[in-house]
């Protein structure tokens, strides 16, 4: 059996409390009451300040990879930011965190989805104005050409 990792977290800052981690094998899935029972530090405190991420078993797997395991839930959306920033110790700052990868990725590939849409509306438009104007354009000059001998104007 595959079970997903459980993160537990501070309601009001985000910050993690206990992650359970993956788990392979003969393994038996807990309850929040069961967790809450086993880890000393969600024990000590109080159950309504706590909230809790359940996610598949490899979800998100290459976040906590490229991130270095740096990220925390963002207690506005309820969900999981990640801080991709390299480590270095000489540049301490604000970390700064963000969506995951992938989700980022699905957000581009639907925004790159919708662009391609509107540019092939856009040049679909653009061809029927063209044709248009050579319509109009050869309108015109048959309306020239029968309006030149009438004016005794010579065609050129």
């Known amino acids: 059996m595959e079970i997903g990792r459980k993160i537990y977290y501070d309601k009001a800052t985000g910050n993690v409390i ?56 963002n207690p506005e959306t309820e969900k999981l930011v990640f801080n991709y920033d390299p480590i270095d110790p000489e540049q301490p700052g604000e970390p700064v965190y963000q969506k995951p990868l992938t989700e980022q990725i699905k957000d581009l590939t639907t925004e790159l989805s919708s662009t391609q849409m509107a540019l092939a509306d856009n040049y679909e438009q653009l061809l029927s104005a063209q044709k248009e104007a050579v319509s109009a354009q050869l309108a015109l000059t048959e309306l020239y050409e029968l309006v030149l001998p009438l004016t005794g104007g010579a065609s050129k």
């Open 18 to 73: 206990v992650d359970t981690g993956e788990r392979v094998g003969n393994v038996v899935k807990t309850t929040r009451e069961q967790d809450f029972a086993s880890f000393k530090v969600l024990n000590e405190r109080i159950e309504e300040t706590v909230g809790m991420i359940e996610l598949e078993f490899g979800q998100f797997n290459v976040e906590f990879r490229d991130s270095w395991g740096r990220y925390r839930v």
